[in-house]
């Protein structure tokens, strides 16, 4: 069958769960004898894109600023060289730019990801205009139904991020030795059951409702510690100070472990006895779901968006009504008790999602 050329437009290639998806796609199709080829400004994992077979065209696609307009005809001058015949976008001012390129061009066809409950309007509108539209949870596909109704619904296709479970794993022979490491670098953590809240320093991610959590279960006889791994980050000491102020007012501060993010996320999993995921806004997804389930440990979070899908499917007994923090206490005690969660094989996986991805691009293959 005839090789596809697939062009992945995005802004950058730092860090994050659009960049590990392109990844991830780029690597399905170098495997399936396809020419991968990703346009973006670069960063640290253009390495890691290029040592699997994918090549990296670096365009400065995502800065916000008029300058970046003029990429609409840098673009199409490449996609005429390229000839591609699949074009992905995986956000909104790449999407518009690709787009533009691709008016007036016959031949290439013109794909969205949607890996966000993007805000409404115009300007959003244009992750709506793909043929088809892939959202990663059946939450972003209500969620463009809802605000761009003219969507055709036949041209949303569900396809759900995926995790390899395996990276999740860990040895339970070195659980005791990580514990008592973690324990001398943090001693906050020493004192009882571990909660863990993974997340960048904002309030969205629900680092204050943790310690009220924590503070909470105290007060009821539950001794338990929290860590809060990546809220502690450049450019965010005033809200770090926030956080250890209310630690201190609830009583809990000596319980409280608030640091710098950690790369071992298999280790930092195995150490916890429940995840937690209250992030104030609902998230598209909910990749902190999956890793920690498939770690084997409980999550308890707030139910809504793709987190609270999530939830509702594989671990019920974690699923919260959004502010119900006596829900959450509940919750909480009850997977401490030592409930255990799904299976790690039904959880959706990376070797699904890019098949399904490959699908659709094949289907656009004369």
């Known amino acids: 069958m005839r090789r596809l050329t697939v062009v992945q437009l995005l802004p950058a290639l730092e860090n994050g769960g659009v960049e590990r998806s392109t990844l991830e796609i780029a690597q399905a199709l170098v495997q399936a004898g396809h020419r991968s080829i990703v346009v973006s400004a670069g960063g640290r994992m253009v390495a890691d894109l290029q040592a699997a077979g994918s090549e990296?065209?670096?365009?400065?696609?995502?800065?916000?600023?008029?300058?970046?307009?003029?990429?609409?005809?840098?673009?199409?001058?490449?996609?005429?060289?390229?000839a591609p015949d699949i074009v992905h976008a995986r956000s909104r001012l790449p999407a518009w730019l690709g787009w533009r390129a691709l008016r007036a061009m016959a031949g290439p066809r013109f794909v969205t990801t949607a890996h966000g409950l993007?805000?409404?309007?115009?300007?959003?509108?244009?992750?709506?205009?793909?043929?088809?539209?892939?959202?990663?949870?059946?939450?972003?596909?209500?969620?463009?139904?809802?605000?761009?109704?003219?969507?055709?619904?036949?041209?949303?296709?569900?396809?759900?991020?995926?995790?390899?479970?395996?990276?999740?794993?860990?040895?339970?022979?070195?659980?005791?030795?990580?514990?008592?490491?973690?324990?001398?670098?943090?001693p906050a953590l020493a004192h009882g059951p571990l909660l863990l809240l993974p997340g960048r320093g904002t309030r969205l991610k629900g680092h204050a409702e943790a310690i009220e959590l924590l503070a909470m279960l105290r007060d009821a006889g539950t001794p338990a510690c929290l860590w809060l791994p990546g809220a502690r980050e450049s450019g965010r000491e005033a809200y770090v100070l926030e956080l250890e102020a209310l630690a201190r007012s609830r009583g809990v501060a000596e319980f409280v472990a608030i640091t710098p993010a950690e790369s071992d996320m298999a280790r930092v999993y195995a150490l916890a006895e429940v995840v937690l995921q209250l992030s104030n806004k609902p998230e598209s997804f909910g990749r902190t779901v999956l890793e920690a389930l498939a770690a084997g440990r409980p999550v308890v979070g707030w139910a809504h968006g793709g987190v609270g899908e999530l939830l509702g499917r594989y671990f019920p007994l974690g699923a919260v009504t959004r502010g119900d923090m006596a829900g959450l206490v509940a919750a909480t005690r009850a997977a401490l008790s030592g409930r255990t969660p799904v299976a790690a094989s039904v959880l959706p996986s990376l070797a699904s999602m890019q098949a399904q991805t490959m699908s659709v691009y094949e289907s656009f293959r004369s």
């Open 118 to 186: 993007y805000s409404p309007g115009w300007y959003s509108s244009i992750m709506a205009r793909g043929e088809p539209v892939i959202c990663v949870s059946s939450s972003v596909r209500e969620h463009v139904l809802a605000q761009w109704p003219a969507t055709p619904p036949e041209r949303l296709v569900v396809i759900e991020r995926g995790i390899e479970p395996l990276a999740f794993s860990a040895d339970p022979a070195r659980i005791p030795l990580w514990r008592r490491e973690l324990a001398a670098q943090f």
């Open 56 to 82: 990296h065209i670096a365009l400065a696609i995502g800065a916000k600023s008029l300058a970046t307009l003029r990429h609409a005809w840098t673009l199409r001058q490449l996609f005429e060289r390229l």
